[in-house]
């Protein structure tokens, strides 16, 4: 097979080759602050007495909630660099064959009533019926604004840290799979549990805007990521790769939510490598880790201390409550992905 004709998986491109393409595509320039790089969650361009916050990010995996998840999910990029996400756009590609008015319709007004819910402005973007797909798409593009003085990157990881995470995992993929296999689900568990999974789009939430403000409030915070495709795993190893820094979690600490445990055990998944939007990781000065903890639980936000910054020759590591310890790595492809592979073998 020649080199570059390997068939990729479906999901996040690799991180190897997806850095390949950064350096070899992307441009420089003097005002872009913060360009692509595998672990930051928006560019930053220098417009003068602030700086300028991009971002764009897909929705593919949900149809139902698809215009609240796509303005959640950008907004979160944008609040994840200190940041307020001001204005939106979207890209929305409908299904030949499917789109009714009415179908459309609703997507519209998912999008226009999340952007009133965050104060975001809903000004533009691309509306057409196209095919080879088979679902409703929205590629969602965030644009906001931060003080310089305010501004939060991956890549300010400092070695001895701490590494905070809110909410607990996987919030993003217990509300889809609730959503998509609802009537088996119902037969396995209670309605009450069914809806309360579905639910969880909204309580604990997938947005993580209310925890960042709270964040970047303290000084010292000096990175925050959201763990989304590819889970709580690769969301820990592009944060530390964006620092240049390693990496050390304890597994006991993390909270993985009882429901999405639930769900993980009938479908045979792993809630590490399962989207995880809705939990938000927060790298700050040890110091200031009891103080936010603190200001957390004040505002009814569970959060935890997970882990902590370590030298870059330390690797990447999970630490277990005996001791055991093991490489911690990332998810090749997220496992909603092999969720939905099941769903479509049992049609």
Known sequence: MKKGSKILPTGKLPH?????????????????????????DA????????????????????????????????????????????????TILLPEGKTTEKIADSIFS???????????????????????????????HMLGEVEKDKLVTSGQAQVGDDVILTKGIAIEATSIIARESAEKLASLFSSELVEQCKNYIYDPGISVFKEARL???????????????????????????????????????????????LLCDVFDLDPMGLIASGSLLIVCQPSVSPLLLEKF???????????????????????SFDGEEWELSCYSQDEIIKYFKKLEKEK
């Open 215 to 261: 964040a970047v409030s303290f000084e010292h915070i000096h990175a925050m990521h959201d763990p989304t495709e590819g889970g709580l795993a690769t969301g820990l190893i592009e944060l530390a790769k964006a620092a240049n820094v390693g990496l050390r979690v304890e597994q006991d600490m993390i909270e993985v939510l009882p429901e999405c445990k």
């Open 110 to 140: 998912q999008l226009s009533d999340a952007c009133k819910q965050l104060d975001v402005v809903f000004c533009g973007g691309h509306t057409e019926i196209t095919q080879g797909i088979d679902k409703p798409i929205v590629v969602g």
């Open 297 to 319: 639980e004040e505002h009814n936000v569970y959060a935890g201390r997970i882990g902590k910054i370590m030298p870059p020759d330390f690797g990447y590591k999970m630490i």
């Open 43 to 90: 560019a930053v361009i220098d417009i003068g007495d602030k700086y300028l916050l991009a971002k764009t990010d897909p929705i593919t995996f949900v149809t139902d909630e698809i215009g609240y998840y796509a303005i959640n999910i950008n907004a979160n990029d944008i609040a994840c660099m200190g940041g307020i996400p001001k204005w939106f756009l979207a």
């Open 16 to 40: 190897d080759v997806l850095h390949k393409f950064i350096d070899r595509y992307t441009a420089k320039s003097e005002e872009v602050v913060v360009g692509a790089q595998i672990g930051e």
